[in-house]
């Protein structure tokens, strides 16, 4: 739609910002490019021989996790996912080196140059020297616990309305519904805040073959990619959307409702995310890659940002955490999404309303839906939504990697009302505040391991500089004048610029898997998180993928002076 941009993202980290989608084979670096770093490599090989498979599928791995970390479980009838061999642990203990047993860790330069991999850093444009924006900027990261990893965010500018969009999207039972939520929704988003007179101005763009109005510019990491097999695909469904709202304008010039825009543009992505897959295509890689995404599913916690007007559509159990600071200086954390899981007494009753009364003792069992899905409303996982017919039929008239498939050709247990899933979104409304001065958007990885308070408090600090001068909390912990030493060392080597972070979200990260019980960084800890194979790693924790917005108070404080 219009020429790449280049741009150098703020810190002097390398970026990518762009209206057009950029292409690219790359994949986020994974953490086993580093492994080569720990002389022990007989633990990889142990551990790799220690699980096997009985059939491959969308969502199989060869990594055992405990039912209790996986999004998805499969019915115990079904034994897809893989399972540990008899005694494996047996096996891996009765093993004996002739060697005396070592410790190696990462150095710090090399942990560094793990939790830095994917992390990308985003300034908003000054105009006349001043920044008219509500937002500063973002800085975002991954880390990874799968092989490849799952989750995906997205970061983009509306150019045709105001506002910025930000994203984080959670996959399970793979990375294709995920992949194709992060390149699609923002555009259906976008598209539903249009006005009927640029929408008309699109339609006749693309009628009369001329160049398309740009209407995101992304900003992204190099390592993020778009599907460009995809992409024809994929702008011909998003042209239906649009010429059908074309088609229902009454003539009336009303204000677009953002909350009624997001809740749009979630159900029709995953309308057509559903509608590709039956209808299929008649390239073969097309028609495996539009299944392998209605069959696997995520997440979105999606914020659109415009001026001092913050709203928040998530589905899902990603998050949305406000960073506030009081008049004395302190941080709280104002929650500004619900999960959708069990954990939910709302989601539940909601599930249980609209099936009969004879399941409501089987809709959500084990605290997951039908027994085997985490959360409770998802893009995708079209096994949740089809009809047992209609399955089938798709099964039988796929490619053979489908029909040769145990999970696809699997029914869940008690299934007789579908659909049972949704990906409508709940949207939360805030009106940002001077004292609002960050958002944090992330998968369950890191509030899996994190309090929310934690969070906040790590973020606040980190960017206001503060956290070298906080005391030392030692949370009733009995410690010796060693430990304290310690800490105090650690934390004067921290101000070297070996470990001083750049990226708030990286920073975050660092606190999430290497954390001790004093809440400080353990570089120990950290270095033995980040060494785990990736066989053991999912087993400690998911995939991680934060964004940090940062808010201008300087100008959400003039928009409150204008009222």
Known sequence: MATCNSQSGSRGIPVRSSSLPLFSDAMPAPTQLFFPLIRNCELSRIYGTACY??????????????????????????????????????????????????????????????????????KVPEFDGKNVSSILGFDSNQLPANAPI????????????????????????????????????????????????TLLEI?????????????????????????????????????????????????????????????????????????????GDPNSFLNYLVLRVAFSGATACVAHVDGVDLHVANTGDSRAMLGVQEEDGSWSALTLSNDHNAQNERELERLKLEHPKNEAKSVVKQDRLLGLLMPFRAFGDVKFKWSIDLQKRVIESGPDQLNDNEYTKFIPPNYYTPPYLTAEPEVTYHRLRPQDKFLVLATDGLWETMHRQDVVRIVGEYLTGMHHQQPIAVGGYKVTLGQMHGLLTERRAKMSSVFEDQNAATHLIRHAVGNNEFGTVDHERLSKMLSLPEELARMYRDDITIIVVQFNSHVVGAYQNQE
Not at 154 to 161: M, V
Not at 169 to 197: K, M, N, T
Not at 225 to 242: C, D, G, P
């Open 53 to 122: 498979c009985h059939h491959k599928h969308l969502c199989c791995s060869s990594t055992y996790v405990p039912q209790s970390r996986l999004r998805y479980t499969p019915h115990p009838a079904y034994a897809t996912f893989c399972r540990p061999k008899e005694n494996w642990w047996q096996y891996t203990q009765g093993r004996r080196y002739a060697s005396t047993p070592q410790k190696f860790y990462l150095t710090p330069p090399q942990v560094n140059s793990i939790l830095k991999a994917n992390e990308y850093s985003f």
């Open 150 to 197: 799952e989750d995906r965010r997205s970061a983009a500018t509306c150019l045709q309305t105001r506002g910025m969009l930000l994203g984080v999207f959670d996959g399970h039972a793979g990375c294709a519904c995920s992949q194709a939520v992060s390149e699609r929704l923002f555009y259906y988003i976008a598209v539903s805040l249009l006005p009927h007179e």
């Open 203 to 279: 339609e006749n763009a693309v009628e009369s073959g001329r160049a398309l109005l740009p209407i995101l510019q992304w900003h992204k990491h190099p390592n993020d990619y778009f599907s460009k097999e995809a992409s024809k695909l994929y702008f011909n469904s998003l042209r239906t959307y649009w010429q059908e709202l074309i088609d229902l304008y009454t003539g009336e010039s009303t204000d677009i409702d953002v909350k009624e825009a997001l809740i749009n543009a979630f159900k029709r992505l995953d309308n057509d995310i559903s509608l590709e897959a039956q209808v």
